[in-house]
């Protein structure tokens, strides 16, 4: 009796400290999501005290391990991910030397001009891998019939910018040279990812423009000028503690190799000049021009908006300019003539997520010059609803999201 009593003020004491998501109420299947944000806060919890206690170090080969597991438990049901599938064949090799794992549909394999998509997983350039993005690429290999080559870049900070948009960059360009012996058609190559992976993605398309047929951004971050967007003051009280939290800045931190002091500075978007903040740099990130009204929830927010532009600490900018405007560092920051020439852009965005704002800028930006862009705005789902289109906590907008990428897939590239 006594322990039941104890067992159950565990659990009590559990609920309450970790089922406090603040989930916004418009946000369906509120409960599924209350153990997702708990799930991501007990990775944190329990890395943050392993560190504290000298077990390891943060973003350390232990760590990302745990990581991957926590998210293959999340999404699957099993710390370990799932078993053999008769209908794909999986394949780990290498591709000018980068490790990258290749789903191939059963029912492709007899067709010698396939059509791929490779692609780069999310987790701030620091975390995650092809082990914890295992369900998502076989669903949608699966579903579309599509090749998909899941790529293992090397993460930050032990290989910062640009060892991660590299590696991702070698792979696109050992499958466009081998096409003929990897039996891919070379017209009907397509890349993509999901947050930082959309950042990677969104670089490599500048690159190689014209071998590319379509690139899908998924709740991309494009830019690292502007921390003060509405999507940022909008959503920062959502999830804040697990997927929305100010600590995600020391993933861009990890990929611009600097230091984690700087993380108020950039927070308070005091890592730019004051100089820079006047230029018309800011002319191509500009919320009034590229933010359509119909996108922000709280009408007001304007109102909350720093709109100061004479400050910033000049010295860590001129440490970090260079990379801060580079479009292979933030494509947004790209002119219109490097945005003309690109291929299809699919872009999806979510209505809870921080960096919301980006996906929808660079889709008004290409509009703008004429690019075709396909924009799905999921305005109930989170910046991670992906993952869960399957598994014990199936989202009904997770299921949406990859059903549209595997539809886009079949209608452009089949
Ligand atoms: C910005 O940086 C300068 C120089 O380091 C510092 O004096 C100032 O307090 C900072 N402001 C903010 C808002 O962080």
């Keep these: 009796m006594i322990r039941l009593t104890i067992f159950g003020a565990i659990i009590a004491v559990f609920l309450y400290t970790y089922l406090d998501g603040n989930v916004p109420e418009p946000i369906p299947e509120q409960f599924k999501v209350k153990i997702i944000d708990a799930g991501m806060k007990t990775y944190g919890l329990t890395i943050g005290t392993m560190v504290s206690l000298g077990i390891t ?12 597991h926590v998210i293959l438990l999340l999404t699957t049901g099993f710390p370990w991910g799932l078993g053999v599938d008769p209908d794909l064949k999986i394949s780990d090799r290498t591709m000018n030397g980068v490790h990258v794992r290749m789903y191939e549909p059963m029912t492709s394999l007899p067709v010698s001009e396939r059509p791929a998509l490779v692609y780069f997983h999310g987790g701030g350039w620091s975390l995650l891998s092809v082990d914890s993005y295992d369900p998502l690429m076989r669903k949608i290999a699966k579903a579309s019939g599509v090749v998909v080559i899941s790529v293992n870049y090397r993460l930050s900070p032990q290989y910062p910018y640009p060892v ?21 058609h070379p017209n009907k190559i397509a890349i993509g990812g999901d947050s930082a992976g959309g950042n990677i993605a969104a670089a490599i398309s500048y690159k190689l423009k014209h071998k590319i047929a379509l690139q899908f951004l998924l709740v991309p971050v494009l830019q690292m000028a502007n921390w003060n967007t509405k999507s ?11 997927i929305n939290s100010p600590d995600s800045i020391c993933f861009v931190l990890n990929y611009l190799n600097l230091d984690y002091k700087y993380t108020r500075d950039f927070l308070n978007n005091n890592h730019t000049s004051a100089a820079f903040k006047a230029s018309d740099y800011m002319d191509l990130i500009d919320q009034n021009r590229w933010l359509p009204q119909q996108f922000v929830r ?5 109102s909350k908006l720093e709109t100061r532009t004479d400050f910033g600490d000049e010295e860590l900018f001129s440490i970090i300019e260079s990379r801060i405007t580079d479009p292979m560092v933030s494509p947004l920051l790209a002119r219109d003539d490097m ?16 960096i919301r704002d980006d996906g929808i800028m660079y889709s008004e930006r290409l509009k703008h010059v004429g690019q075709k862009v396909i924009h799905q705005h999921y305005s109930e789902a989170f910046h991670n609803s992906l993952f869960f289109a399957g ?15 595997v539809d886009t897939l079949k209608d452009k590239l089949l």
């Design 57 to 68: 170090d943060p973003l350390s080969d232990l760590d990302r391990k745990f990581a991957d």
């Design 164 to 184: 991660p948009l590299q590696d991702c960059h070698d792979v696109v360009e050992y499958v466009i040279e081998n096409c003929a012996s990897l039996n891919i």
């Design 339 to 354: 945005l003309k020439g690109l291929p299809l852009t699919y872009i999806a965005t979510s209505g809870y997520d921080v």
């Design 391 to 405: 598994g014990p906590l199936k989202l009904e907008v997770g299921e949406r999201i990859v059903q549209d990428i």
């Design 298 to 302: 709280d009408k007001t927010l304007m």
């Design 232 to 242: 940022y003051i909008e959503n920062a009280p959502y999830l804040s503690k697990s």
